[in-house]
């Protein structure tokens, strides 16, 4: 969805967004139930991943029962906080694996996030992403202006789950 002003391979390289740190783990993507019930199983990916009810990200209890997120936690080796664990399906030399329909659409729309900023929906820039920067350029803020943050909003009108809570330091660039 954004690559018009972020190019694949630039993710591709990057993978910033694909690896967890613990105090982040709110960060991971959070997938439909179909998606996650074909993933937790043998699939054309050949590989699996572990799901759990996604309560701790969704602002109420009806909203996590309609969403699952990756199991990362058992993956860490260490106790350092500063330890990254990568998502189940980030190949460390293709990116991510997964086909655009079984792309969470939180990994779509990275590196922004769609936000309840005190009752009230914006898309605001996640401001640690090393290819965008902490401040929205003229062309994000366009592109989320021009139809983008409409879609945005669509989506998270029956996905509900994909709403975060709003964090200080996110850069609002659309409501």
């Not at 945005?152 to 789950?161: D, G, Q, S, V």
Request: some cysteine; proline content about 9%; charged content about 25%.
């Amino acid at each position: 969805m954004l690559s018009s002003i972020l190019s694949k391979n630039t993710c591709a390289a990057c993978k910033f967004c694909c690896s967890f740190r613990r105090q982040s783990l709110w960060e991971t993507p959070l997938f439909p139930p179909e998606i996650a019930e074909k993933l937790q199983k043998t699939n054309e990916y050949g590989v699996t991943g572990e799901f759990a009810p996604a309560s701790d990200g969704a602002r109420d209890a009806h909203e996590s029962q309609n969403a699952y997120r990756l199991v990362l936690e058992n993956n860490y080796r260490t106790d350092d906080p500063e330890e990254e664990v990568p998502c189940t399906f980030l190949d460390p030399e293709r990116g991510c694996i997964l086909k655009p329909e079984d792309k969470p659409f939180d990994c779509s729309i990275w590196p922004l996030r769609i936000m309840d900023k005190g009752g009230k929906l914006v898309i605001a820039l996640t401001p640690t992403c090393p290819a965008i920067g902490a401040t929205p350029s003229k062309a994000l803020v366009d592109l989320v202006q021009g139809g983008l943050g409409e879609k945005i909003f669509e989506y998270a009108k029956t996905h509900p789950y994909i709403v975060k809570e709003y964090r200080e330091g996110f850069p609002v660039v659309y409501f």
